[in-house]
């Protein structure tokens, strides 16, 4: 099971799509942040566009250093320390790419290659690389209709739609359900969480209560899905009163991020700028030592 989707399950995305940005709650990670970070602005990162005529590094190679990168890049914000680490890991994500693009064209595009550079182009786009978001897109759908009873090609559709933008929920959903069908059971709870989080994604509290049920008699001391149900029920997971307007107006003075304070809700927000040529950043939520992440739709 890649790191990703572990760290995923273990941070709570709990914000409504963009018509209703409002009430969330929040899971408690491992390493949650004690103190509010200091963010700087985000400037895109040139996409490789090199192609390289002869390899230097072996799939196993590729493979190994692509795993190392997923710690760092797996999850959006990646956990990147500071300029100094994004630019290093920049590098090295830069110099596997042409690498792994060469492999796969070598192959001639076989399940194993194609997995790996659809990884490195999700974990480009979670470092604010230019371009690698739509290559992970236009790669991973033709992988998806080529590749229909992959199991790690639709692991890879769940983590990318499901991490990209609220819009993309079906295709999340779609993937993890053929998931359930290609493992052969309704009880992998990586899988079933994660249909948790595109319901939350598609406003869908019948199914959501109903998948929530489901998980807990999996994991019945889940406090997480007690409480996205408690939400659900009682009509505080997706809110009418819309805060998105307050902070577009704060966005447009500055693409630096800032806090904002909603009346609302009385939260602290830190809202990641905009980058061009993509959709804008998650942001994130802070009260004490837990956090939670916000939606790209926020900024737009």
Same mark, same amino acid.
């Given at each position: 099971?890649?790191?990703?989707?572990?760290?995923?399950? %273990?941070?709570?995305?709990?914000?409504?799509?963009?018509?209703?940005?409002?009430?969330?709650?929040? $899971?408690?990670?491992?390493?949650?942040?004690?103190?509010?970070?200091?963010? #700087?602005?985000?400037?895109?990162?040139?996409?490789?566009?090199? +192609? !390289?005529?002869?390899?230097?590094?072996?799939? +196993?190679?590729?493979?190994?250093?692509?795993?190392?990168?997923?710690?760092?890049?797996?999850?959006?914000?990646?956990?990147?320390?500071?300029?100094?680490?994004?630019?290093?890991?920049?590098?090295?994500?830069?110099?596997?790419?042409?690498?792994?693009?060469?492999?796969? =064209?070598?192959?001639?595009?076989?399940? =194993?290659?194609?997995?790996?550079?659809?990884?490195?182009?999700?974990?480009?786009?979670?470092?604010?690389?230019?371009?690698?978001?739509?290559?992970?897109?236009?790669?991973?759908?033709?992988?998806?209709?080529?590749?229909? =009873?992959?199991?790690?090609?639709?692991?890879?559709?769940?983590?990318?739609?499901?991490? #990209?933008?609220?819009?993309?929920?079906?295709? $999340?959903?779609?993937?993890?359900?053929?998931?359930?069908?290609?493992?052969?059971?309704?009880?992998?709870?990586?899988?079933?969480?994660?249909?948790?989080?595109?319901?939350?994604?598609?406003?869908?509290?019948?199914?959501?209560?109903?998948?929530? +049920?489901?998980?807990?008699?999996?994991?019945?001391?889940?406090?997480?899905?007690? +409480?996205?149900?408690?939400?659900?029920?009682?009509?505080?997971?997706? #809110?009418?009163?819309?805060?998105?307007?307050?902070?577009?107006? %704060?966005?447009?003075?500055?693409?630096?991020?800032?806090?904002?304070?909603?009346?609302?809700? $009385?939260?602290? !927000?830190?809202?990641?700028?905009? #980058?061009? $040529?993509?959709?804008?950043?998650?942001?994130?939520?802070?009260?004490?030592?837990?956090?939670?992440? !916000?939606?790209?739709?926020?900024?737009?």
């Amino acid at each position: 099971m890649s790191c990703l989707f572990k760290s995923v399950l %273990r941070m709570l995305v709990l914000l409504s799509v963009p018509m209703f940005a409002g009430a969330m709650l929040a $899971g408690s990670p491992k390493n949650a942040p004690a103190q509010e970070p200091s963010f #700087t602005k985000v400037k895109a990162l040139p996409f490789p566009d090199v +192609d !390289i005529k002869q390899v230097s590094l072996d799939l +196993d190679q590729i493979e190994k250093q692509t795993v190392l990168l997923c710690q760092k890049l797996g999850n959006y914000p990646p956990n990147i320390k500071d300029d100094e680490d994004r630019q290093a890991t920049y590098r090295q994500w830069a110099y596997l790419v042409p690498e792994a693009r060469l492999h796969n =064209r070598v192959s001639g595009g076989n399940e =194993r290659t194609t997995l790996l550079l659809i990884q490195l182009y999700r974990y480009g786009h979670n470092l604010d690389v230019a371009q690698s978001g739509s290559e992970a897109a236009i790669l991973l759908e033709a992988a998806l209709k080529q590749y229909t =009873r992959s199991i790690p090609i639709n692991w890879e559709a769940s983590y990318f739609y499901l991490q #990209t933008n609220p819009e993309n929920a079906p295709k $999340g959903e779609a993937a993890l359900l053929k998931l359930r069908e290609l493992l052969g059971t309704d009880k992998n709870l990586d899988v079933e969480r994660g249909l948790v989080f595109a319901y939350i994604y598609m406003q869908q509290t019948d199914n959501l209560i109903k998948q929530v +049920d489901h998980c807990l008699a999996l994991a019945p001391n889940d406090k997480m899905l007690r +409480d996205i149900k408690n939400a659900a029920l009682n009509g505080r997971l997706f #809110t009418k009163k819309p805060i998105l307007p307050k902070l577009r107006s %704060r966005m447009k003075k500055t693409r630096q991020c800032r806090i904002v304070r909603t009346k609302t809700h $009385g939260l602290k !927000i830190f809202i990641a700028p905009a #980058t061009p $040529g993509r959709s804008p950043p998650f942001g994130i939520i802070f009260a004490g030592k837990r956090y939670w992440k !916000i939606r790209r739709a926020v900024c737009r």
